[in-house]
């Protein structure tokens, strides 16, 4: 108990410390869940304001995705000082607000496509920093603060759609005078929504559809985009007011950036005497190569993990609307249609419900009841195929189990790497990858096998995705096997408190977290 009220404290101290800089990072990914979740709903409405096909308009689907994929690499390159940081989030932040603002004059679908890949790449500078600076400003308490960045994603990506449902068209939005016979009807287009908020991977299945390109158009769908512009405007205005307050502005470029000048001092003091140079060093190029194996391989399973298990949440997002309604479930339109909005909800919650599951337990812990829930679920999706209520409830069960991994794994790994920011833009990189190709992969099998193909592959990869975090702890456990005790003496801290605890105590001393973990003949103190 004195152990939790201790961390309790910590943890809250270094809130108030850095709350102005956390707020700011969650409003920011708000922003990210906001442009992620809604292109999906309003894609036929933009389809008919492109006067394009179907397969034409799902184009910018790949050009979202694979520009994030970009972007994620690009956050790496702005991540060395607090300036190009802050910069490059402002910049992001109003591109997707000016993204917002300009979709409704798009009226040709390659220029569509150029602001999505706007959008995407914006969205991939986010990811990357967003989370990088999460880790270094809480370091060993950064898993609580990252579930609710993760968190906001969900938010942000709920609010999306709720913003556009008003505006959609509910009959063909492209009229003619001689179409009423052959024009798509209202379940139609429910169905064509449904179906490619995956993200325009199952074109086969619905590409019988008769869609209209030339006509009056007839859609309200430039309200939605005004109405997210204003929405996500206060982001990049929290981002500013951030810059101003640690005078990171041009006018303030002269005065100490986040650290007092006293603990500036400490800072390089430490630095120094450790050897370190360079806290982003392992990103050189040059000093890769006195790395030894365990620093490459751990870096590789820990983003391998996370290309699967966001390629899981992908393929599961995109495709459980065509797994419902084909054979054997068959169900509803409408009905399968609330399952994608489930597995989102579901996400969200878990990610809400985790922020306090990190406090109480630890990341190896989490992360193994997560991935192992993911296992049985899946599991009981294959058993219970024919059920449409056990796919509700496994959807439900799903979302909550997989809501951690990727917070989670992230803190855990750049703990392990002593947190030199290099695992970050390795892990969203892989995480951005993962969800791109394994949807294009889950299509394809389902295009070729049918819809059971879906559970099956699910399956299989979050069987691999386990075996990986496995393979994850036991090179964790040969690497600490070879160092079971460094001892690292500071001659410029006064006084270094112990705390004789079982567990692992942390004292916060000039911005920094001097861990010192006694039991089982092991024992370590790091900077």
């Not at 309200?220 to 502005?249: K, Q």
């Not at 985790?354 to 991935?371: D, E, G, K, V, W």
């Not at 070729?448 to 069987?463: D, E, V």
Request: proline share 3%; charged share 10%; glycine share 6%.
């Amino acid at each position: 108990m004195t152990y939790y009220l201790l961390l309790e404290e910590r943890i809250w101290s270094l809130f108030k410390r850095h709350w102005q800089q956390t707020l700011t990072h969650w409003s920011v990914f708000f922003s990210f869940g906001l442009c992620i979740a809604f292109l999906g709903p309003t894609i036929l409405d933009l389809r008919c304001q492109t006067q394009s096909t179907l397969q034409q308009i799902t184009w910018v689907f790949f050009s979202q995705q694979f520009f994030l994929l970009v972007g994620s690499s690009m956050g790496g390159l702005c991540k060395k000082t607090p300036v190009f940081s802050l910069s490059a989030l402002l910049s992001s932040t109003l591109i997707i607000s000016l993204v917002f603002a300009i979709i409704p004059l798009c009226h040709h679908v390659a220029v569509l496509s150029v602001a999505m890949a706007l959008a995407g790449t914006a969205m991939g500078v986010i990811d990357t920093i967003a989370n990088l600076q999460l880790v270094k400003l809480y370091q060993r308490d950064s898993a609580i603060f990252l579930q609710a960045l993760h968190f906001f994603i969900g938010l942000g990506a709920l609010v999306s759609p709720l913003v556009a449902d008003p505006f959609l068209a509910e009959d063909s939005c492209v009229l003619g005078a001689n179409w009423t016979t052959n024009a798509s009807s209202s379940s139609d287009l429910q169905h064509l929504r449904s179906s490619l908020a995956g993200h325009g991977t199952a074109l086969h299945n619905i590409s019988q559809y008769p869609l209209h390109t030339e006509g009056v158009i007839i859609t309200r769908v430039s309200y939605a985009f005004w109405i997210m512009a204003l929405i996500n405007l206060p982001v990049p205005a929290a981002v500013l007011a951030l810059m101003y307050h640690e005078r990171l502005l041009p006018c303030f470029m002269n005065s100490p950036r986040l650290l007092d000048r006293d603990s500036l001092d400490k800072l390089l003091s430490i630095l120094v005497l450790l050897g370190h140079g360079n806290v982003f060093g392992c990103c050189n190029l040059e000093k890769l190569r006195g790395r030894p194996a365990s620093f490459f391989i751990l870096h590789a399973l820990g983003g391998a993990i996370l290309f699967i298990t966001d390629g899981i949440i992908g393929s599961y997002a995109g495709f459980v609307y065509t797994y419902a309604v084909s054979p054997p479930l068959l169900m509803g339109h409408k009905t399968a249609g609330c399952l994608d909005s489930i597995f989102w909800a579901s996400i969200t919650a878990g990610r809400l419900a985790f922020i306090y599951l990190s406090y109480r337990y630890t990341a190896p812990r989490l992360l193994t009841f997560s991935l192992v829930g993911v296992m049985l679920v899946q599991c009981m999706l294959l058993i219970f195929y024919t059920s449409c209520v056990f796919l509700f409830i496994g959807t439900c069960m799903l979302g909550l189990c997989i809501s951690s991994v990727f917070p989670s794994v992230l803190a855990f790994t750049e703990d392990i790497l002593d947190y030199k920011g290099c695992a970050t833009t390795v892990l969203v990189t892989s995480a951005s990858t993962g969800e791109m190709m394994l949807q294009l992969l889950v299509g394809s099998v389902i295009h070729s096998r049918g819809s059971y193909a879906f559970l099956l592959c699910c399956t299989i990869a979050s069987f691999i995705g386990f075996c990986l975090f496995l393979l994850l702890l036991y090179c964790i456990q040969s690497k600490y096997r070879v160092n079971k005790c460094v001892q690292c003496t500071i001659s410029t801290f006064n006084s270094i408190e112990r705390w004789d605890l079982p567990f692992e105590s942390v004292h916060q001393t000039y911005g920094f977290r001097v861990i010192y973990k006694t039991g089982a003949n092991l024992s370590w103190l790091i900077i």
